[in-house]
């Protein structure tokens, strides 16, 4: 079926009308064209069918019952999912199932031991759902107010720059932001912590990324000041191996000490702390084997705190999950600190 946001027609498939949907009785399901969201004044709309249709913030189109075309969607809507789950699936059907099915009322989460990391068939669908999500966000993303995003970034900072659990860090590491992919900003994090040390917590050393190659290989360097950081061939900045007097920088993975915070980027989060990336692997790769070094050495492992746009927050179950993925303990958004695992609940005294 077709909703036409111009209210020029309504096109309703036989297959609707056969699934149950589309009989004029009140339902419950929310059919999302994005996420609902005050920064853009969306309102949810009801259908002749009695189904809430919430508006995305441009006026379209949205195919919400072609199963096949499920490239279509910008948010897949749970509408959707419960008329998969009622009529026979194809076999390609098959493989995009569970999405956001809510039967028992929550989300059906996947696992990481239900996903072979050896089935390369099995992970394929899941990396196509991934390659979908990314292009929604990244358009979600480029249509934010530039107002908003301003707001935005300066609360989600303020928030980490006079939380407890940050001014309480000694050893951190933290990504250094870059306007063109869209990242939640961290240069007035960076340059006030390296300035001017907390009169109320401790002097911190900060290291922050330096991609070494396209496999997925990543170091975090140490930096005393702003200035240490370089623009590359990509045009974000990040550390030089060796300082100003040629000296080796530090590499948090030689380290003596351990860090006890990460500040994390990404392209989507949700609130059981699934992380979509940009699909290189670089966070999750360094974070494994970060988790491994300080298993080894017998550290407690560090807090890991993703900062996100409003918009980048998901309904649980709408991120895949592969066997490489590491979830985030906390997310800061601009209305305020959301902790998920036992460690971030109890680091974050909520």
């Not at 990504?175 to 063109?180: G, N």
């Not at 991609?211 to 990543?218: I, L, Q, R």
């Amino acid at each position: 079926m077709f909703w036409d946001w111009e209210g020029r027609s309504w096109r309703i498939l036989a297959l609707m009308s056969k699934s149950g949907l589309l009989q004029g009785k009140p339902t419950n399901l929310l059919v999302n064209g994005c996420q609902n969201s005050a920064a853009f004044g969306l309102m949810n709309h009801r259908s002749p069918a009695g189904v809430d249709v919430g508006r995305s913030p441009k006026a379209r189109r949205w195919a919400i019952s072609e199963a096949p075309m499920i490239r279509n969607y910008k948010v897949l809507p749970s509408a959707a999912n419960l008329l998969f789950n009622r009529l026979a699936l194809s076999p390609f059907q098959q493989t995009l199932l569970p999405l956001s099915c809510r039967s028992s009322g929550s989300p059906k989460m996947a696992s990481n031991e239900s996903i072979k990391s050896g089935n390369e068939e099995q992970l394929k669908p899941i990396f196509e759902k991934k390659r979908v999500l990314r292009s929604s966000v990244r358009k979600a993303l480029k249509a934010m107010d530039p107002s908003l995003r301003s707001h935005e970034d300066n609360a989600i900072q303020s928030i980490v720059l006079e939380a407890p659990w940050f001014k309480s860090s000694q050893r951190l590491c933290a990504y250094v932001s870059c306007s063109a992919l869209r990242e939640v900003d961290t240069s007035r994090l960076l340059s006030e912590t390296l300035q001017h040390p907390p009169k109320d917590g401790y002097p911190k050393k900060i290291y922050v990324p330096r991609v070494e190659d396209k496999n997925s290989h990543m170091r975090m360097f140490n930096i005393s000041r702003m200035d240490d950081l370089i623009a590359n061939s990509m045009n974000i900045l990040e550390p030089a191996p060796v300082d100003g007097d040629g000296n080796q920088r530090e590499d948090v993975m030689q380290t003596k000490d351990p860090i006890d915070l990460l500040l994390l980027p990404g392209l989507a989060f949700d609130k059981s702390g699934r992380r979509l990336g940009r699909g290189g692997g670089y966070y999750d790769t360094f974070l494994k084997n970060y988790q491994e070094l300080a298993k080894a050495r017998n550290w407690k492992q560090p807090l890991l705190v993703a900062l996100s746009y409003s918009v980048q927050i998901m309904d649980e179950g709408i991120i895949p999950l592969t066997p490489n993925d590491v979830l985030v303990d906390a997310l800061v958004t601009p209305s305020g600190v959301i902790p998920i695992s036992p460690a971030g609940l109890d680091k974050m005294k909520v």
